[in-house]
């Protein structure tokens, strides 16, 4: 092998999570660097079929197939292509190459330094003090390579949020015209949803609070509507439903009381963001949904992926606190003690702090959901900073 200069492209792995987590996110990065930056992009991805539930034209049993110019490759041992080296190699979230892979690194390394990579592993996002020290540090390898860590945040001393340059400006246009949510409800087989009624979207893990917060809607001055998909956020509800989720199909309704149940179809990316931005309050989960949330500009729970010995509860307190600087100190402490009790699992606690979002309340969490992305942007998304850090390295 000669000592040329490296590919162009960048390859990304992303192993798949809890169904749409992990790949969620990688799949949106690898898009924006695709699209935005006009740089070619492999995605290696070991589960195609769960893969294929954000992006339903992708063919589960496909070895290689591009969308939106992103090469998607099915990564198996072995890899159903040669893997060349590109400019760029990102392992998301902490994903354990292949040894093949490992091994021309290795060569590449002793025989043709300028064809190495830049090595990183993309992190998860967290809003912890201690990211800014580690963000952007190399750990040396037992080949001799250096890998970086990439850490995502919400400061300019960390790696940026995910977002597209054109984001803010379509929610702003879909959500100026109050015809595009109900159009995008009747898309998706809901009925009976009227403009004046509250929609919440849930996509939660399993929780007691659930059933909680839908006992009080039922009881509501005004008509609720949940909007849930198929999945674990109705594994908590089975006493709600007429039969097995099994048996549920999308644009079924389920009525207790003045709150209607709406099982919703799967739906892809770009779906999804739309109906963050046509709810009124959005509970989500693990990273992807928990930004897009937050790009939404609509008040939300975050449903934190449960961790060993409730450090998943540091994590969400440092997030809690970042949100709520802006927030007059009442209403910050209803959202943030809302959102703990969800997290908890504090049936009677999660109704209480419900209920303290009066109208009244619930206006000012608007206006600051509204302001906060703007903010926690930080005037540079994650793939801006992700290319430039490329570039310094």
Request: charged letters at 15%.
């Amino acid at each position: 092998m000669t000592n040329t200069p490296r590919s162009n492209h960048w390859d990304i792995f992303c192993t798949v999570v809890d169904n749409y987590g992990d790949i969620g996110v990688t799949w949106r990065l690898a898009k924006q660097i695709a699209n935005e930056y006009q740089i070619p992009v492999n995605l290696w991805v070991d589960d195609l079929a769960s893969f294929s539930h954000i992006l339903p034209t992708l063919e589960p049993l496909k070895a290689t197939q591009t969308f939106n110019g992103v090469n998607i490759i099915h990564w198996k041992e072995p890899l159903p292509v040669a893997f060349v080296a590109g400019s760029v190699l990102i392992e998301a979230f902490a994903c354990e190459l292949l040894e093949q892979v490992k091994a021309q690194l290795a060569y590449l390394h002793q025989n043709a330094p300028k064809s190495v990579p830049v090595w990183l592993n993309l992190e998860y996002l967290s809003a912890e003090d201690w990211v800014e020290g580690c963000h952007g540090l190399p750990s040396l390898q037992a080949n001799g390579l250096k890998k970086y860590f990439y850490f995502p945040g919400f400061s300019a001393k960390t790696g940026g949020l995910i977002c597209e340059q054109n984001l803010f400006a379509e929610r702003d246009a879909w959500q100026a015209d109050t015809a595009n949510k109900l159009q995008l409800f009747t898309d998706l087989g809901l009925k009976g949803i009227e403009a004046k009624d509250t929609v919440i979207s849930v996509f939660s893990y399993e929780t007691e609070a659930l059933p909680a917060l839908c006992e009080l809607w039922q009881q509501s001055v005004e008509k609720i509507h949940a909007l849930i998909p198929k999945g674990r956020s109705l594994n908590s509800l089975t006493h709600l439903l007429p039969c097995e989720i099994a048996a549920l199909v999308p644009g079924q309704q389920i009525n207790h009381g003045n709150l209607t149940l709406h099982i919703l179809p799967m739906t892809d990316q770009q779906g999804f963001d739309r109906l963050l931005w046509s709810c009124d309050f959005n509970i989500v989960r693990g990273e992807d949904s928990f930004l897009r949330a937050q790009w939404a500009a609509k008040p939300f729970i975050w449903h934190i992926y449960p961790q060993e010995d409730d450090y998943h509860l540091v994590k969400l307190e440092a997030f809690l606190k970042l949100y709520c600087d802006n927030l007059p100190p009442k209403i910050a402490c209803y959202w943030s003690e809302l959102n703990l009790a969800f997290n908890q699992a504090q049936q009677l606690a999660v109704s209480l702090h419900w209920q303290n979002l009066n109208p009244v309340n619930l206006s000012l969490l608007h206006h600051h959901a509204k302001q906060w992305p703007i903010n926690a942007l930080n005037a540079a998304d994650l793939a801006t900073r992700l290319v430039q850090f490329v570039k310094n390295s």
